[in-house]
Each structure stands twice: as C-alpha cells, then as structure tokens.
C-alpha cells in the first residue's frame, strides 16, 4: 500500500508541473470559464483524461516507438498548429459581438468534452510526454501491477482536475467584475496566445521535417 501510495503521489506532482505550465488547454479553460461558469475546467479535463486512458492503453500495447518517431511528431505538429489557428480565428471574429450574458450562454457538457480531447490532441508536446516520460514511469508502475497503473493515472488525472478546476472556480467566480470590454480583452489575448502555440508547432513540425 506505501508503493501505490508513493506512486500516486509523485504522479500528483508531476500532473502539477505539466498542468501548470501554458497551453492550449489552459487558455481554453481561462477563456472559456469566464462565460460558462466552474463547471468549464472539470468538464474540459474529463475528456482530456478520456484521451489519456486510451493513451495509457495504447502505450501498454506498444505506440510508444510509433509516436517517437519523426514524420509522426511533425504530422501531429503541423496537424495542430492548423487547428490552433482554426480556434484562434474563430476567436478573433467573434470580438465585435462578445456579450456577457451569463443565463444565454450555458451550454451542455457534450462540446467542452469534446473539446478537452481536441485541444489534447492538437498539442503535439502532449504525445511526445506520454511517448517518453510518460511511458517510463507507467514501465516503472507497472512492475506493481495493475494496481501499480491504476495509481499512476489515477495520480495523473487528479493532478489535472485539480489545477484546471481551481483556474474555472477563481475565473467564473470573478465573472461579474468583468465588463463587456474587459471580457473582450480575455478572449483576445487568450486567441492571440493560441496563435503563438500554432506558430510554434507549426515551426517545429516543418523544422522535424527537414532534419
């Protein structure tokens, strides 16, 4: 029990120190909590965490050399730079009209989870984790057996929930401070921040390309 305790630990804070770092996702929950209330950041993370138990078995099954590779990385990084862009500019035209109008814009679970899972996916660095420090410590857990891989995701999912409903809660319960204008600001500056992740994807899948 002390070495699944251990394992679920460490893998809390090493969820810590990639979820707190910027990124797609974490600009999706910023921009996207402050019209859809605490509700966005859990929701956000159950489908990334859908995404990553379908990782976790593929790794165990052997993906591992596969996402390793080069042509795999730079088609996943092209493939995402073009999808940052896509969401930046629908970001971006939809300024002029942005309202807070808090009781119109609830919507159902359905789209912040399928988003979770596609913002997982366009962030080429997400695979490359799961491909390299990832697998080594789910090799290293599973020595424990399936106890010992259940810790570990079960470690790495709360660290995620954790952090991203914390950023929902403070966002959506500062909401009512927010004017229109400011509002409009966040949304902004959170779409420009996606279009400076598309560029750098884009440039390391085209500089992985030439070698």
Not at 161 to 167: E, G
Request: aromatic share 10%.
């Amino acid at each position: 029990m002390r070495a699944l305790g251990a394992v679920f630990a460490t893998s809390l804070l090493l969820a810590f120190s990639g979820a707190m770092m910027p990124g797609p996702l974490l600009t999706a929950t910023i921009s996207e909590s402050a019209r859809r209330g605490a509700l966005t950041g859990p929701l956000l993370i159950l489908g990334h965490s859908i995404l990553e138990l379908a990782m976790v078995a593929a790794l165990l099954f052997g993906l591992a050399p596969v996402l390793a590779s080069d042509a795999v990385f730079a088609a996943i990084a092209l493939a995402g730079a073009v999808v940052l862009f896509v969401m930046a500019a629908g970001m971006f035209r939809s300024l002029p009209a942005l309202r807070i109008a808090w009781e119109e814009r609830r919507s159902s679970s359905g789209p912040l989870l399928s988003a979770g899972i596609l913002l997982s996916l366009s962030n080429p660095y997400w695979t490359i984790w799961w491909a390299t420090i990832g697998l080594g410590y789910l090799l290293t857990c599973r020595s424990l057996g399936g106890a010992g891989v259940a810790a570990f995701f079960l470690g790495h999912v709360a660290g995620d929930f954790l952090w991203y409903s914390a950023v929902s809660l403070l966002v959506s319960r500062g909401r009512r401070l927010l004017s229109d204008r400011i509002y409009r600001g966040l949304i902004g500056l959170c779409a420009s921040f996606l279009v400076g992740f598309a560029c750098y994807f884009g440039y390391a899948g085209i500089s992985t390309l030439r070698g």
